[in-house]
């Protein structure tokens, strides 16, 4: 994938596990690509929260609850040039999630 600098992209990953180090990594690779919004899937995230990274990335987190299956939890990793377009995101279940961007065009 070799994006132009004009596209807008957005990728999903299944994480199988987040973990400090696994967000390095998937904030150095969004940069490389060019991601701008990357979908988290199966992050085994007991918590549902939103914060900014060290590197100035937004992190959504939608998680399960302690009596539920490991593999859930679901959320986004958003560029921070397109971090100030969220105009909202809702944490639905353990499985679904959404954001909403403000974008031209």
């Known amino acids: 994938m070799r994006p132009t600098s004009g596209d807008f992209v ?3 990953w299944n994480v199988e596990g987040l973990s400090d180090a696994k967000l390095i990594q998937l904030q150095r690779v969004m940069v490389s690509r060019n991601i701008k919004v990357l979908c988290l899937q199966e992050t ?15 992190l959504i987190q939608s998680g399960r609850q302690d009596d539920e299956r490991e593999s859930a939890g679901v959320g986004f990793l958003v560029a921070p040039d397109v971090r100030r377009s969220v105009i909202g995101f809702c944490q639905m279940s353990r499985h679904i999630a959404y954001v909403k961007l403000q974008v031209k065009g």
Not at 44 to 58: I, M, N, Q
């Open 10 to 12: 957005i990728a999903s």
């Open 44 to 58: 085994h995230v007991a918590k549902s929260e939103y914060r900014v990274t060290e590197e100035g990335f937004l």
